[in-house]
């Protein structure tokens, strides 16, 4: 079992979860950490500071440690140039670093985007890569692709695991978003409402990290990482809304109208430099029916989503309300 750990994206919403789960066992943590980042959310830990699109930051770094757990990313809507640089040249850099180490054992965060979002079929894991020109997506398969190659090349113990979209505790992207446009009485329903919510909790997603560093045999693996039951986005919104002491009444889009809008709004944000309300990374993720088959992380890992998606939304709006 690993035992010195490198995580590098420790401070992001899906590595604090990760760190916070690994804690309770009886690993050594290494965080890696920009250099003008505060620790303050991590007293007591082994704080590395460096940047993984810098490569002579990182130099001499993951000495003393055998496995590297890599989930700082580029994520959801961004720009090319952001995407190549952390998604494809970070990885690279960082997988450099850890073989110049006689570091083994990776662990890769990728996401089902990799897919290329295709609705209304079964997903496992042996679908293959779709690129769509969304820079996310695109990035997350040339990432892919560059470690099954220095795994074949070096021998790099890789398991590469893929959420769908994620929410939890320390979410500052979807449920805001979210709440702030059914707040505005903006938000409107991409296609009909009955298609399943796609969504699964951080407490999860940082449960499969762990499972995967106790199972040899998920070496040179890979694993959707997904909540097999979730509600249709219209009893989600309902119940989204009465959470937050709002009427709800439905109002739709079409999938295909909310796409072109989404372009549009994507084309002003280049002449005004200001983030789209509505992207089309948003629309793909929302408007459509997904099943991603988690079968075989549940065979191999013994994967078993936790967190129901409505009892784990009613306590993140609940937080939020007494934080905010």
């Not at 620790?39 to 082994?46: T, V, Y």
Request: charged letters at 25%; proline letters at 4%; aromatic letters at 8%.
């Amino acid at each position: 079992m690993a035992k010195r750990i490198f995580i590098t994206g420790a401070s992001g919403f899906i590595g604090k979860s990760v760190v916070e789960r690994l804690i309770r066992e009886d690993y050594q943590l290494s965080l890696l950490l920009l250099p003008n980042e505060s620790a303050e959310i991590f007293p007591d830990m082994n704080i590395i500071r460096g940047d993984i699109t810098r490569p002579e930051t990182l130099a001499g770094k993951l000495s003393g440690h055998d496995t590297l757990i890599h989930i700082a990313g580029s994520v959801g809507f961004q720009t090319w140039e952001d995407c190549l640089h952390v998604n494809v040249e970070g990885t690279r850099n960082i997988c450099r670093e850890a073989l110049a180490a006689n570091i083994r054992r990776f662990i890769y965060m990728s996401s089902v985007s990799v897919y290329g979002r295709v609705p209304d079929i079964a997903i496992a894991e042996e679908q293959p890569f779709k690129k769509i020109r969304d820079p996310y997506g695109d990035t997350k398969i040339e990432a892919e692709l560059l470690l099954k190659q220095l795994a074949r090349e070096s021998g790099l113990e890789v398991t590469i695991l893929r959420p769908t979209a994620v929410y939890g505790q320390g979410d500052n992207k979807f449920l805001p978003k979210l709440m702030e446009n059914l707040r505005s009485g903006k938000f409107r329903m991409m296609g009909d409402g009955n298609h399943s919510v796609d969504l699964v909790n951080v407490i999860d997603v940082a449960e499969s990290v762990s499972l995967a560093l106790q199972k040899d045999d998920s070496i040179g693996q890979t694993y959707n990482i997904a909540n097999e039951q979730n509600p249709s986005w219209n009893e989600f919104l309902k119940v989204v809304a009465g959470e937050m002491n709002l009427p709800y009444t439905s109002s739709y889009i079409s999938y295909k109208i909310a796409y072109r809008i989404a372009g549009l709004m994507e084309l002003m944000s280049r002449i005004t430099g200001k983030p789209p309300r509505l992207s089309r990374y948003a629309v793909r993720l929302v408007g459509r029916q997904y099943n991603y088959v988690i079968d075989k992380a549940k065979d191999e890992l013994g994967f078993r989503p936790s967190v129901k998606l409505l009892d784990g939304i009613r306590s993140c709006i609940r937080e939020s309300n007494q934080t905010g």
